[in-house]
């Protein structure tokens, strides 16, 4: 089992800046990437952005390039998000997800992102 803990949501105005972070716990020596994905209001879950937990592979959303930065602190079981350049259409609840060797997947209760303009 995983546990994930996110934090560092809220209101950001337009422009601004926010950074997600996620902690895991518990059979975390097994990680094989985490990543944040969203999921906004009448819409289905998307990716935002993904790593592996040694850090060397990273992937984001084509919405989310050049603005978003994901990175990990593998020795803390930290993986964070930072969250630059904000929209209004990245209002959305964040979640944070880990995938362990051998496919089991695991989820956060989410964070609220809420961009206004």
């Known amino acids: 089992q995983v546990q994930l803990e996110e934090s560092g949501g809220g209101l950001v105005q337009a422009g601004g800046s926010l950074r997600l972070s996620c902690t895991a716990s518990?059979?975390?020596?097994?990680?094989?990437?985490m990543g944040w994905f969203r999921q906004a209001p009448g819409k289905e879950r998307e990716l935002v952005a993904r790593?592996?937990?040694?850090?060397?592979?990273?992937n984001y959303a084509d919405s989310v390039k050049g603005r978003f930065t994901i990175s990990i602190n593998s020795a803390q079981d930290t993986v964070y998000l930072q969250l630059n350049s904000l929209m209004p259409e990245d209002t959305a609840v964040y979640y944070c997800n880990s995938v362990l060797y051998g496919g089991d997947e695991y989820w956060g209760q989410g964070t609220q992102v809420t961009v206004s303009s």
């Open positions: 790593i592996t937990w040694t850090g060397d592979h990273k």
């Open positions: 518990g059979r975390t020596f097994t990680t094989y990437k």
